[in-house]
């Protein structure tokens, strides 16, 4: 329960944050991949973020950065939290900058696979 | 023997057939008139032994009948189709009659190259075919290697005969290899996850032995039993079992348990009682009848259905087909032969403080729980299966298929007029709800469709299309895809899908796979394997075994070069201890990963006879190779195409 509450509040500040400052600037979405590769992301999440049963979907159009940042960092759903110490945060700027770059899908129903 | 003797006993089992269910095995003798059967009136070699000089007349060293012969007599009285093995000297005596005095028909002896192979053949057999298989093994070294097999089928509440050789007789035994091959007990290893084991000591005692194996083996609910048979008696000459007659007892199936009446009638009315009744099913349907009798219950009470998969229960494409999520809305759940219980209405997350998982609640407060359940019956102590306790507000120990037609019956009675409209209201939501949940299902599989290597969606979906105008079969276990081809696939039938394998002992997959397509080749239909690639490689012979025995299947690899659960739980512990993970040059934790080198799949199959083509890493190729593929399956040959795939 104290860990839910400490989550909740954590996720509130960042989605206050979110609405007054910017992703990291530098942020590389090339970088960003092989960061997503290199550090075990694609394992639950897919290579292209696309989630599945092991992870939520983090693309197209992944949640804001700072709140990313606060889950990433503290997350107590089934993704362990992830500190600074083995994933820095210039390469987590870098992996939401790569989510950022992943172009939404097509509609399912022009996918002819997906309408028989 | 003595001639007189001789001369009794063949005199007793004539008399004896004409009652018992020695009569078909004479009957299936008739056509296979090769080989000599036990219980038949002499031939004219038979009674010349018994009147002339036995050391002139004598035809073979044994002088007399082999009691495996017998033994192969009783087996043909229970249609028992297949025996997938993998050979032994502990069971040498019943092997030779299988094949030569049984004609290897009834059951046809299928070369196995490991045994837990063999068992998991078996149980993919069953859950296609309804019709159990028997295996031979070592008693010991054999019988070490089937018990994850073994637990399996425990576990997924599957019936297999294991009959393990033994030889008892330390004075007589051969000294050396087979004497570390005989144990005192080898039931011992395998009796916390068998309904029942023996150890005949005489044929009369096989002959029961074995027709109460299949019976608690086949009553539900199934599961896997064990037969100690001795060498010793396999290989001893038939004889009186003292003053008695040797005679094979009738099979007569035992009805399965149903629910308490008064139980089922309370369960009836607080259904018919419930604003949102929710429908949970695990193994309810053991046959296509309980998918029929899931269908009216749900219908009856415009109640959404959660099919947990371990078979099919209910039509995926019914618009009261729903997921897990729907047990939150619930007032009433009612849980038919759930594995577990407490994790549909609990929800565990592996997350704590501590790095201790940690638990809550999925439904909301005073919602009413049923449970119709036979596992119960079946509890024993150590191994866990039996799960997490979930007290619920009516518990029934019984079968649910047997017990919902008795549930239909007191629903529609309890029912009243005033409630008709309310539940008609219900049903129209759901239909709502359903086309919404559809559409989000196509709309999430769009997600990296075009991806390399090729998205589990794609992959899936591929697969559906090269197949769908056939009648196919899933016979692969595989939730490692997403379950994608539970969320898109029109699973409706019950050999639509063969469900997990129970004890989720991993090398399961292929074996069973190929069991199953084995019943689907004598049904004419055609079987999908989605192959997962560590699954694959525990037992990788049984590939040689499908080629061997022309047992066709369109398997398709789900080659995410990793054992992906193990990938994430290491991650897990490394994230929670601060600590980057070690991937010693690979893409995931040491120890975790399948590559460098890479397996060619394509080219292992092919060594054992298949057809095989990859590795296909661009969705673009996959759709080609597939309907080469499944040309060839049609043609009766197993294809494997590897494909490069997405983790999950």
Redesign the interface.
């Known amino acids: 329960m104290?860990?839910t509450l400490r989550y909740l509040l954590l996720l509130a500040a960042a989605v206050l944050i979110s609405f007054t400052s910017r992703p990291a600037a530098a942020a590389d979405a090339v970088k960003g991949k092989i960061a997503f590769?290199k550090n075990?992301c694609?394992?639950?999440h897919?290579?292209?973020?696309?989630?599945?049963?092991?992870?939520k979907?983090l693309?197209p159009k992944p949640m804001a950065y700072e709140a990313f940042n606060v889950f990433v960092r503290n997350?107590?759903?089934?993704?362990?939290?992830?500190?600074k110490?083995?994933l820095s945060d210039a390469d987590l700027a870098d992996i939401h900058a790569y989510l950022s770059s992943i172009p939404a899908?097509?509609?399912?129903k022009t996918?002819p696979?997906?309408?028989? | 023997m003595a001639r007189k003797d001789r001369r009794r006993f063949l005199t007793g089992v004539l008399a004896t057939g004409a009652a018992t269910a020695v009569a078909p095995a004479v009957k299936a003798q008739e056509k296979e008139t090769e080989r000599a059967p036990t219980a038949l009136p002499p031939t004219t070699q038979v009674a010349a032994l018994e009147t002339e000089n036995p050391g002139e007349m004598a035809e073979n060293r044994i002088k007399g009948t082999a009691g495996s012969d017998f033994m192969v007599d009783v087996i043909k009285t229970l249609n028992i189709k297949y025996c997938p093995a993998n050979c032994a000297s502990s069971y040498r005596g019943i092997h030779e009659s299988l094949i030569n005095y049984g004609g290897n028909k009834m059951p046809e002896f299928l070369t196995c190259m490991h045994e837990e192979s063999a068992v998991a053949m078996g149980h993919g057999y069953f859950k296609v075919a309804g019709k159990p298989l028997m295996t031979l093994c070592h008693g010991t070294v054999g019988l070490q290697h089937a018990t994850m097999g073994i637990y399996n089928a425990w576990c997924d509440r599957v019936p297999v005969i294991v009959i393990g050789g033994n030889d008892l007789d330390a004075a007589h035994r051969p000294p050396g290899v087979p004497t570390f091959h005989s144990a005192q007990d080898i039931g011992a290893m395998v009796r916390d996850y068998t309904k029942w084991d023996d150890t005949p000591i005489s044929l009369q005692h096989f002959a029961q032995s074995m027709v109460r194996a299949y019976k608690i083996a086949m009553t539900p609910p199934y599961g896997p039993v064990l037969i100690s048979l001795d060498a010793g008696l396999q290989q001893e000459v038939i004889k009186e079992h003292g003053s008695e007659k040797l005679y094979i007892p009738k099979y007569v199936p035992t009805s399965p348990p149903q629910g308490d009446s008064g139980a089922v009638k309370e369960a009836a009315r607080m259904l018919a009682a419930a604003d949102n009744p929710v429908i949970v099913a695990d193994r309810a349907a053991r046959t296509p009848n309980g998918i029929k009798l899931l269908v009216q219950l749900a219908e009856l009470l415009q109640a959404r259905v959660i099919d947990q998969g371990s078979r099919v229960n209910f039509p995926k494409t019914h618009y009261l087909s729903t997921g897990p999520a729907a047990v939150s809305g619930a007032d009433v759940i009612i849980g038919l032969e759930l594995s577990d219980f407490w994790n549909t209405v609990n929800n565990w997350?592996?997350?704590?403080?501590n790095g201790v998982g940690?638990n809550s609640s999925r439904i909301k407060p005073g919602t009413k729980l049923i449970s119709i359940s036979a596992s119960e019956l079946l509890t024993k102590s150590n191994f866990q299966d039996f799960q997490r306790f979930q007290a619920v507000d009516i518990s029934m120990v019984g079968d649910a298929e047997a017990t919902l037609p008795a549930l239909i019956e007191a629903v529609r009675s309890a029912i009243p007029n005033s409630r008709k409209d309310a539940i008609a209201q219900r049903g129209q939501a759901a239909r709502k709800a359903f086309a919404d949940q559809e559409?989000r299902a196509?709309?999430?599989?769009?997600?990296?469709?075009d991806?390399s290597?090729i998205?589990?969606a794609?992959l899936v979906?591929?697969t559906?299309?090269a197949v769908?105008g056939l009648d196919w079969s899933i016979v692969s276990q595989s939730?490692?895809t997403?379950?994608w081809q539970n969320r898109?696939w029109p699973l409706t039938e019950h050999h639509h899908w063969i469900g997990r394998s129970g004890g989720f002992g991993v090398g399961y997959g292929a074996p069973a796979s190929v069991g199953a397509a084995l019943a689907n080749k004598d049904a004419g239909r055609i079987s999908v394997n989605i192959q997962a690639d560590g699954d694959l490689m525990y037992a990788p012979g049984v590939l040689w075994t499908a080629a061997k025995h022309k047992i066709p299947q369109l398997a398709v690899m789900h080659n995410n070069r990793?054992y992906?659960q193990e990938?994430?739980h290491v991650?897990?512990m490394?994230?929670?201890r601060?600590?980057?993970?070690n991937?010693g040059g690979d893409?995931?934790?040491v120890g975790t990963r399948i590559e460098n080198p890479d397996i060619e799949y394509h080219k292992l199959a092919e060594s054992m006879g298949w057809w095989a083509k990859g590795p296909i890493k661009d969705p673009a190729q996959l759709a080609p190779a597939l309907r080469e593929a499944v040309k060839v399956v049609q043609s009766g040959t197993p294809a494997l195409l590897n494909v490069w795939t997405?983790?999950?």
């Open positions: 104290e860990t590769e075990g694609w394992q639950c897919g290579y292209e973020g696309q989630g599945g049963a092991a992870g979907t693309a997350s107590n759903t089934q993704m362990p939290p992830y500190p110490q083995i899908p097509k509609d399912y996918i696979l997906l309408n028989q | 997350t592996d997350n704590g403080e940690e559409a196509k709309q999430a599989a769009t997600l990296g469709w991806a290597p998205s589990t794609r979906m591929e559906y299309n769908k939730g490692n997403s379950n898109l990793g992906h990938v994430m991650q897990r490394a994230s929670f601060n600590r980057k993970s991937y893409m995931g934790p997405q983790p999950r």
